[in-house]
C-alpha cells in the first residue's frame, strides 16, 4: 500500500521507535513475562488486556480488538492520520522527514485541511478579541446573566460577532481566500455572491476535537429569536457532528488525572459550560445533533458509566429514549437522571450547586428502571386492558437483559407495580424469549452447514501462513500452498514470506500491518495473532493442513470440470474430460477421506 513515504523510511521509522518506548510515552505499561501489559486506551477497562508484543512489534487489545503497529498506535490515539502519526515519530526519533509523495489529490485535500485549521484558530481569536470592543456589551451582559466570569470565557475560548462583514475583512487581511472561510464553514455565501459570517451577531462558542484543535463554532443568540437558538458549523472538511462531542477536552484531562468516574450526558454546551463552573468536569454534550453509535463509541474510551442528563421536556424525552439504546448498544452502563421542576442543568446548578447536584446524580435510574416507570406512566394500570399492555412493554425490556437474576430484579419490580404474580410473569417472559431464539436458531444452522466446509480449509490456510509467518521449525515453504490459494491476501502474505525465506530472514510480522488494514480483515487478523496450541504434533499438523489445501484444490478442479462436461458434446472431448475427471478423484481419493 503506498502511503506517500517509500517502505526504506517506513522501516527505519519504525526501527528507531520502539513500540514499547513509544507506547508508555502515552500510558503505563508493566511487563510480565514476554509481554507488556497495560489498560487499553481505546476501550475502558479496570484490568489490562492491551498486550504489547515486543519481540514482533505490535500490540493488540484481547478486549476490544484493536491492534496494529506502533504507526497505528500513533494514529489512533492522538487521532492522526497517517502522514502526521509518521510526521510525530520522526520527531520523537530526530530523524528528517522525506518529502510527502502521494496522490497529488490527496496532498492538495491535506493543505487544503491545514488552511482550514488555522483558519479556524485566527477566526476564534478574532471573536474572542471583539468581547473588548465596545459593541459587545450586549455579549458581556448576556455572559454575565449566566454567571460566567473571565477565566471561563478564556478557559472555552468563548467570544463573539459584532457584525456580518468585519470577520472577512480579517481574515483577508492575513491572507484567507472568500472559498476557504465558506469551507471552514465560518462564513455562507448569499445569493449575488457576496459572503458574510455565519454566525452574525452571535456569542461563539468554539468546538473542540479530542486533539484540542479548533473545527467548527456554535454561535448562540442573545435574547429571543423566532429562528433557532443555536446555529452550528455545518459538515465540513474538519468538522464532523456525527462524532464530535462537545466538552471531550475536560473528559480526557479529568481521565489523565484520574478522577474521571463516569460521563454526564447533558443537552447544550451551555450546561457542559456551567457544570464546569460550578466544579462538574465530566458533562458533555452532542453538537445539536441525536447521538450517534460513534458517539457513544468515543466515550466508551474513557469511562464505562454514563449518565443522561437531557431536558425534562418531550424532546428530551424523546432523545433520552433513542440515546439509551444506542449506549445500551455500545456496552456502557447506562443511568437516567430527571431534574426536577422541569429545570436544565444549567439552571439547577447555578440555583443549587455542586453537592445538589452530585447527589441527584448518586440517585439516577439504571435504565431498565427508568424504562419500566417510564411505560408504566403512559398507561392507566387500574384498567386490565392497559395493564396488559403495559406488562408487554416492560416483559420486552426485561427479555433483552443478560442474566436470570438481573430479570428476576425487574420482574419483582413489574410484579409490585401490577400486583400479578411473578410466576405468571416468568412464564410470559420464557415464552417470548423461546419465539424469538428458534428463529435465530434455524438462520445460525442453516450458515453453519454451508460455512463447514469452507471452515476446514480456512483454518488450514489460517495455521500453514501463521507457522510460516512465525518461523516455526515445523513449517515449509510448498509451491503446492500457493497453487492452492484462492484469497489474493493470502497469496501475497506468501509471496512476501517466500521472499523473506529466500533472503534468508524472518518475515517481520508487523510489515502486515503495513500491506493491510489488520483490524478490519479478519481473515489477516487473526493469522497475525494466531493462536499456537503447545504440546500439538505440529509436523503433523502441518502436513494434514496441506491435504487440506490440496484436497480442497483438487476439489474444485472437478467441479469445474464437471461443469464443463455439461457444456460439451463432442464425444472425443468429453472422454477426455471424463478421463482426467476420474484421474483427479483418484487422487483425491489417495488422500484419505
Ligand atoms: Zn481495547
Same mark, same amino acid.
Given at each position: 500500500?503506498?502511503?506517500?513515504? *517509500? ?152 467570544? /463573539? ?37 455565519? /454566525? ?202 443478560? *442474566? ?89 502474505? /506468501? ?64 467441479? *469445474? ?33
Amino acid at each position: 500500500m503506498d502511503k506517500g513515504f *517509500s517502505q526504506d523510511f517506513i522501516e527505519k521509522l519504525k526501527q528507531n521507535n520502539d513500540i514499547v518506548t513509544t507506547i508508555s510515552k502515552y500510558i503505563n505499561v508493566t511487563r510480565k513475562g514476554k509481554t507488556w501489559w497495560a489498560c487499553c486506551p481505546f476501550h475502558f477497562e479496570k484490568t489490562p488486556s492491551f498486550a504489547i508484543n515486543e519481540i514482533e512489534q505490535y500490540y493488540h487489545c484481547f478486549g476490544c480488538g484493536a491492534s496494529g503497529d506502533v504507526i497505528n498506535f500513533v494514529c489512533k490515539y492522538e487521532s492522526l492520520d497517517f502522514y502526521d502519526a509518521c510526521k510525530k515519530l520522526a520527531e520523537y526519533a530526530n530523524m528528517e522527514l522525506p518529502e510527502y509523495h502521494n496522490d497529488d489529490n490527496l496532498i492538495k485535500l491535506k493543505k487544503k485541511r491545514d488552511r482550514i485549521y488555522n483558519l479556524l484558530v485566527d477566526a476564534a481569536k478574532y471573536y474572542y478579541g471583539n468581547l473588548k470592543k465596545p459593541e459587545a456589551t450586549p455579549a458581556l451582559e448576556y455572559l454575565a446573566s449566566r454567571k460566567l466570569d473571565m477565566s471561563i470565557i478564556k478557559e472555552y475560548g468563548i467570544g /463573539y460577532s459584532i457584525g456580518w462583514h468585519d470577520i472577512v475583512t480579517h481574515l483577508k487581511s492575513l491572507g484567507y481566500t472568500e472559498d476557504e472561510m465558506i469551507d471552514a464553514g465560518v462564513c455562507d455565501r448569499y445569493e449575488g455572491g457576496k459572503i458574510s459570517d455565519a /454566525y452574525g451577531k452571535r456569542i461563539i462558542f468554539p468546538i473542540f476535537n479530542l486533539m484540542g484543535n479548533v473545527v467548527g463554532f456554535s454561535g448562540r443568540v442573545i435574547g429571543k429569536a423566532d429562528f433557532a437558538k443555536y446555529k452550528n458549523t455545518a459538515q465540513t472538511l474538519v468538522f464532523d457532528k456525527s462524532s464530535l462531542i462537545y466538552g471531550i477536552n475536560e473528559i480526557k484531562k479529568a481521565k489523565k488525572q484520574g478522577v474521571l468516574k463516569e460521563i454526564v450526558i447533558v443537552e447544550g454546551q451551555m450546561d457542559v459550560i456551567s457544570l464546569y463552573k460550578s466544579g462538574v468536569q465530566n458533562a458533555v454534550a452532542c453538537m445539536g445533533t441525536a447521538l450517534t453509535a460513534s458517539h457513544a463509541k468515543n466515550l466508551k474510551r474513557f469511562a464505562d458509566k454514563v449518565i443522561l442528563c437531557f431536558d425534562g421536556d418531550n424532546a428530551g424525552k424523546k432523545a433520552t429514549l433513542r440515546s439509551i439504546e444506542i449506549l445500551v448498544n455500545a456496552g456502557l452502563l447506562v443511568y437516567v437522571v430527571t431534574i426536577p421542576d422541569g429545570k436544565d442543568p444549567d439552571e439547577f446548578v447555578n440555583a443549587f450547586g455542586k453537592s445538589a447536584w452530585d447527589e441527584m446524580l448518586s440517585n439516577g435510574l439504571y435504565w431498565v428502571e427508568f424504562l419500566i416507570k417510564d411505560f408504566a406512566s403512559n398507561y392507566d394500570l387500574s384498567k386490565p386492558e392497559q395493564k396488559t399492555k403495559f406488562i408487554a412493554d416492560a416483559l420486552n425490556v426485561i427479555k433483552s437483559l443478560g *442474566s436470570e437474576s438481573e430479570q428476576e430484579i425487574y420482574l419483582k419490580m413489574v410484579q409490585q407495580m401490577t400486583n400479578i404474580n411473578i410466576s405468571v410473569l416468568k412464564s410470559d417472559l420464557t415464552k417470548l424469549g423461546t419465539q424469538n431464539v428458534t428463529q435465530e436458531d434455524i438462520v445460525e444452522t442453516v450458515d453453519n452447514k454451508i460455512n463447514l466446509k469452507e471452515n476446514s480449509y480456512v483454518k488450514s490456510v489460517k495455521f500453514i501462513i501463521a507457522s510460516l509467518l512465525y518461523k516455526k521449525d515445523y513449517a515449509k515453504l510448498d509451491d503446492r500452498i500457493i497453487s492452492n490459494l484462492y484469497n489474493s491476501d493470502y497469496v501475497k502474505i /506468501y509471496k512476501y514470506i517466500e521472499n523473506e525465506y529466500q533472503n534468508n530472514r524472518k518475515p517481520i510480522v508487523s510489515k502486515l500491518f503495513d500491506m493491510f488494514d489488520v483490524e478490519n480483515t479478519s481473515d489477516i487478523y487473526d493469522i497475525v495473532n494466531y493462536n499456537f496450541v503447545a504440546g500439538d504434533d505440529n509436523n503433523k499438523h502441518f502436513e494434514d493442513c496441506l491435504n487440506i489445501l490440496i484436497k480442497t484444490g483438487l476439489s474444485s478442479q472437478i467441479d *469445474s470440470l464437471t461443469a464443463k462436461l455439461a457444456k460439451v458434446s463432442d464425444n472425443n472431448e468429453r472422454m477426455e474430460i471424463m478421463q482426467e475427471i476420474k484421474k483427479l478423484i483418484a487422487e483425491k481419493n489417495n488422500r484419505g477421506k
